[in-house]
């Protein structure tokens, strides 16, 4: 299945699939520089068990090496993903920095 990357001015996603049968993952800006937000990943039911999913985490991962950039892994999916493979992704991954809170 081939996997697209769809622009959207601040931010994208990658996609497999058309219609309803369409998986993605998301991502945008992160307030770090140079860097992007991976923030949800989605595969329909009659889609899963493929592995789709990593392999959309694999294409944003392989743009975002391209472009210079490191990510942030903010789904619960890619950051799980991430801690399993740390040999894959610790050269790549960051973590988006808390604000200030109150005391």
Same mark, same amino acid.
């Given at each position: &299945? ?6 959207? %001015?601040? %931010? ?5 699939g058309? %219609?309803?049968? =369409?998986?993605? &993952?998301t991502y945008?800006p992160?307030?770090? =520089?140079?860097? *992007? /937000?991976?923030? !949800? ?5 009659? *889609?899963?068990g =493929? %592995?789709?999913?990593?392999? *959309? ?9 391209a =472009?210079?950039l490191?990510?942030v892994?903010?789904c619960? $999916? /890619?950051?799980? *993903?991430?801690e399993? !493979?740390?040999?894959? $992704?610790?050269?790549?991954? /960051? ?6 809170g109150?005391?």
């Amino acid at each position: &299945m081939d996997i697209v990357r769809e622009d959207r %001015g601040r %931010g994208g996603r990658f996609i497999a699939g058309e %219609g309803e049968n =369409q998986a993605e &993952m998301t991502y945008s800006p992160a307030g770090l =520089q140079d860097a *992007l /937000v991976f923030d !949800h990943t989605f595969v329909p039911e009659s *889609l899963r068990g =493929q %592995g789709i999913a990593e392999k *959309l985490v694999e294409a944003g991962v392989t743009y975002a090496r391209a =472009q210079g950039l490191k990510v942030v892994p903010a789904c619960s $999916y /890619v950051r799980r *993903l991430f801690e399993r !493979h740390p040999e894959r $992704y610790a050269d790549i991954s /960051v973590r988006e920095k808390k604000p200030f809170g109150r005391i």
